[in-house]
């Protein structure tokens, strides 16, 4: 449970380090705003029109009694409501991290600088291919999302689980698919591909949780969304530092306590380019790889 605490820890922290660097915050603003109206606008629109398309969706259903076909398609229409709503808060991140990619990258190189007297690591790419990257695993993370809100939404019509046990894990998919694409901006920098992302993420799941699902819940509120934006990109950073073992304490242990040795394993790894990246992150995995 020690991780869950540790995964608020650094929200809470990257909130604080944002709020002090106020040049680096007024940046990190601008990408969450114009995403903002994008999304706003997508919304409404499915507000408007989500009980036409139900009532398209479902013919057979036109012949139906009162009160229940009022309550039948009323339940649809809020259920297709909520996976529009489930997807923008998932995919709000990645579009915001796309749109904002120069903005971030500086951000985070700016923590990491702070946290290591000077230094941040570099990917050694150019803009574009930077941006191909990031847009490509954003795709891929998003077809994941998904396939977990279809099976989700499905699992939704079943009787009292639906309305309570679904909802609390779609908010843990939630929160983790956020983690992923906040400290893609750090670990993308040190050469880390979406796979190793992942079982790194894995390793460490309730500190993943700890992380994402406040911020998930926080992200249905939407202009919090954007405040917030360049606070979680900077606590994303300081955990990447702590996974891969780059934040230490005094006596020469990480800050989440596992030794020094251990940590500096995988973070020498990582560094030392794409290839080993990959190795880095299943050796850091004390899970199942994904496959």
């Keep these: 449970m020690r991780d869950l605490g540790a995964g608020f820890g650094y929200l809470v922290k990257g909130q604080r380090w944002a709020a002090g660097h106020g040049r680096s915050l007024g940046v990190g603003l601008l990408p969450g705003l114009i995403t903002l109206v994008l999304y706003a606008g997508a919304l409404v ?3 408007y029109g989500a009980d036409d398309f139900v009532g398209w969706s479902t013919p057979f259903a036109d012949d139906w009694s009162a009160p229940w076909l009022g309550l039948f398609r009323g339940f649809l229409t809020v259920l297709v ?8 808060v998932i995919s709000f991140t990645a579009v915001t991290l796309l749109v904002g990619q120069p903005f971030y990258e500086k951000l985070s190189a700016d923590v990491d600088r702070a946290e290591s007297g000077g230094e941040a690591p570099e990917s050694g790419l150019p803009l574009w291919r ?3 990257v990031s847009a490509r695993d954003s795709l891929r993370i998003l077809v994941r999302v998904a396939l977990y809100g ?4 499905a699992l939704g019509f079943i009787p009292v689980i639906g309305q309570s046990v679904i909802p609390a894990i779609g908010f843990c998919v939630t929160g ?5 694409e906040l400290t893609a901006v750090a670990l993308q920098r040190r050469g880390m591909e ?12 309730l500190m993943v949780l700890g992380f994402g699902v406040p911020l998930a819940l926080a992200f249905v509120v939407p202009l919090v969304a954007v405040f917030l934006m360049p606070g979680a990109v900077a606590g994303a950073t300081l955990m990447v530092r702590d996974l891969l073992g780059e934040s230490r304490t005094a006596d020469g242990e990480s800050d989440d306590g596992e030794s020094d040795e251990d940590d500096g394993r995988a973070g020498a790894a990582v560094r030392a380019g794409h290839g080993h990246a990959g190795r880095a992150g299943r050796s850091a995995s004390r899970g199942t790889p994904i496959a």
């Design 45 to 47: 629109g499915l507000a």
């Design 176 to 180: 983790f698919f956020l983690t992923e």
């Design 81 to 88: 409501f909520a996976l529009g709503l489930f997807l923008a």
């Design 150 to 153: 279809i099976l989700l939404f």
């Design 130 to 132: 930077e941006l191909w």
């Design 194 to 205: 979406l796979r190793p992302r992942l079982a790194l993420l894995r390793s460490r799941r």
